[in-house]
């Protein structure tokens, strides 16, 4: 059964970092393509980074510059390095893990960017 966890969420000022990781079990991890989205209040989910097996990258327009997704194949781990963050990255933040049949998500870690 796939797993995935996310965590690295907190509250943070405007201009700070977060660092978010998704630990992911039930599958070989380093054969699929790999993303983060988010999901602010009243808004759509929107696809803030994608990686492939190869290591391929691609960002939304909104965080391009900003942030950086990377993987670790050894540790089936998924990261997100969020930088110069600002209120408008405040979301619920989840990973995804694709296969060519399923998409699996996991439960999501709550980012609030405020003062």
């Known amino acids: 059964q796939v797993q995935l966890v996310e965590s690295g969420g907190g509250l943070v000022q405007p201009g700070g970092s977060l660092r978010l990781s998704c630990a992911a079990n039930?599958?070989?991890?380093?054969?699929?393509?790999m993303a983060w989205y988010r999901q602010a209040p009243g808004k759509q989910r929107e696809l803030v980074a994608t990686?492939?097996?190869?290591?391929?990258?691609n960002y939304g327009d909104s965080v391009k510059g900003r942030f950086t997704i990377s993987r670790d194949n050894a540790k089936n781990t998924l990261i997100l390095q969020m930088n110069t963050l600002k209120p408008e990255d405040t979301a619920v933040y989840y990973c995804?893990?694709?296969?060519?049949?399923?998409?699996?998500w996991g439960q999501g870690t709550q980012v609030t960017i405020a003062s």
């Open positions: 995804q893990l694709r296969t060519t049949t399923l998409d699996y």
């Open positions: 039930g599958m070989i991890f380093s054969r699929y393509t």
């Open positions: 990686i492939t097996r190869g290591g391929s990258t």
